[in-house]
């Protein structure tokens, strides 16, 4: 199973991204010990070819798909990128789904949504699950990518930790402070919100963007004051460094994540059937997964190689209900637009509705 941290391809691809990784080379020297356990979480859903089957004689609806795309889903092959956040492949599995994909799938793992977008961007991905910020990062860079499903989250899969023992017991205590975060990531936009509430801005803090096992060993080791992260990143953090939640996604962020395609794989027949197929079965697993989170956390701890309590917790934390991209949908990720390019952490003003693909809503939230 390769290691996405000692992987080039894996590493972020931004140069502020890059620069953050080679700053903190020192830091990863000395806690590689947590680093390590971090990149098992990590590489949630190394990459792999599914084999989940090439029949073109599955679901009902996947052969309405080919017939309508006018070609055998068979000779479909659908370049699917995954995260330790989303695990998506560990997801249909869990739900008993992987086989039912009527298409080839190839699985490459990532170590959030920004550097997935950017492989999207280069035309090396289909098709990926990401949070809110990163289609406003990779729209902003006039990458051809459209949102096709959004999902519905709890406000307790994001989180900004301060670590154990920390004098810091409210938001304006990070003044001064230096924040862990992933750049262009839903936590990104997590902490924007929080700040500004607040009355800060990211100029009254010191913002070092790390990816999540270069975060966790920085939060670890004292090199940060304060850490903003997803599940099941958190959890992880929460039970075996004894971090401290300062907020969750109450009030703060937005609830919604997304289901992203790039516009290459949408114009091509056979790829369009083949998405609208696995949002069906995505769409069926979230619904599992949320009515039985320990048998999902189970299957997910495979993957992560964390104990499965703390799945578990990550699990019911960050649990999300597939709804149809309306209005509200689009007009939230505005909000998530608009409030980056007022940071000046965007060039401009992006238009969100530009990247929005609607076709696929009768399927989504139906099961």
């Not at 699985?107 to 950017?118: E, I, K, R, Y």
């Not at 309590?309 to 998530?336: C, F, G, K, N, Y």
Request: hydrophobic share 45%; proline share 6%.
């Amino acid at each position: 199973m390769m290691n996405p941290f000692n992987d080039p391809a894996r590493r972020p691809e931004s140069s502020e991204a890059g620069a953050a990784w080679g700053r903190s080379r020192g830091v990863r020297r000395a806690v590689a010990a947590v680093a390590l356990a971090a990149v098992a979480l990590a590489a949630a859903a190394c990459s792999s070819a599914a084999a989940g089957g090439s029949s073109a004689t599955s679901a009902t609806s996947a052969s309405a798909s080919a017939a309508a795309a006018g070609s055998s889903l068979s000779g479909v092959t659908l370049h699917v990128g995954d995260q330790a956040g989303a695990g998506a492949e560990a997801l249909l599995k869990a739900a008993g789904l992987l086989g039912k994909l009527p298409f080839k799938v190839t699985w490459s793992d990532f170590t959030s949504g920004p550097p997935m977008l950017q492989a999207m961007g280069a035309g090396s991905v289909d098709f990926g699950s990401v949070g809110d910020a990163p289609p406003v990062f990779a729209a902003a860079g006039g990458d051809k990518i459209d949102i096709v499903g959004a999902l519905r989250s709890g406000p307790r899969g994001t989180v900004l930790l301060v670590p154990k023992g920390s004098p810091i017991h409210s938001i304006s205590g990070l003044r001064g402070r230096r924040i862990a975060v992933a750049q262009g990531s839903s936590s990104d936009y997590h902490l924007l919100t929080v700040l500004k509430k607040a009355g800060l801005t990211t100029r009254d803090v010191t913002l070092d963007y790390l990816q999540p096992a270069e975060a966790l060993a920085a939060f670890s080791s004292g090199s940060v004051d304060a850490w903003d992260i997803w599940s099941p990143f958190g959890e992880q953090a929460q039970a075996q460094l004894g971090a401290r939640v300062l907020v969750d996604g109450a009030g703060y962020g937005s609830p919604y994540s997304f289901e992203v395609a790039s516009r290459a794989a949408l114009a091509d027949p056979g790829k369009a059937a083949a998405i609208r197929d696995l949002l069906t079965l995505l769409d069926q697993a979230h619904t599992w997964a949320g009515n039985h989170p320990a048998a999902w956390a189970a299957v997910w701890a495979q993957g992560t190689g964390l104990p499965a309590s703390i799945m578990l917790s990550a699990a019911r934390d960050a649990a999300s209900v597939p709804v149809p991209i309306t209005p509200a949908v689009v007009a939230s990720e505005q909000q998530v637009s608009d409030a980056f390019t007022a940071a000046g952490l965007i060039p401009g003003h992006v238009n969100f509705s530009d990247f929005v693909d609607t076709r696929f809503n009768s399927i989504l939230g139906s099961s």
